[in-house]
């Protein structure tokens, strides 16, 4: 996502060095079979309760619940259709 960002912006080299420094202190989590299986399960709870969310966004829900971390972000409306998973606005 934040690469999907840098490509998109007007500046990318610019926020692509930006990006690579700001990324550099954090630990790369691997998205393994537990993020996996928790991505299916709630891609079908949502499905069958009427509410899904875009693809991506169940991808990044699933692997931060398999985790047991907070996920960070200011779209709070849809992540918080993911039981389970503490979502943290960061522009509040």
């Known amino acids: 996502e934040l690469q999907y960002g840098v490509e998109k912006s007007q500046y990318v080299q610019k926020n692509h060095d930006a990006l690579k420094e700001f990324i550099l202190p954090l630990e790369i989590a691997h998205f ?3 993020a996996a299986r928790s991505y299916g399960a709630i ?12 693809a991506m ?7 931060a619940l ?19 998973l503490k979502v943290i606005d960061w522009t509040a």
């Open 43 to 54: 891609r079908v709870g949502l499905e069958k309760s009427g509410k899904p969310i875009g």
């Open 66 to 84: 398999s985790l047991g971390v907070p996920l960070v972000t200011n779209n709070t409306k849809e992540f918080r259709q993911i039981k389970g």
């Open 32 to 34: 393994d079979e537990v």
């Open 57 to 63: 966004d169940t991808l990044i829900g699933a692997h």
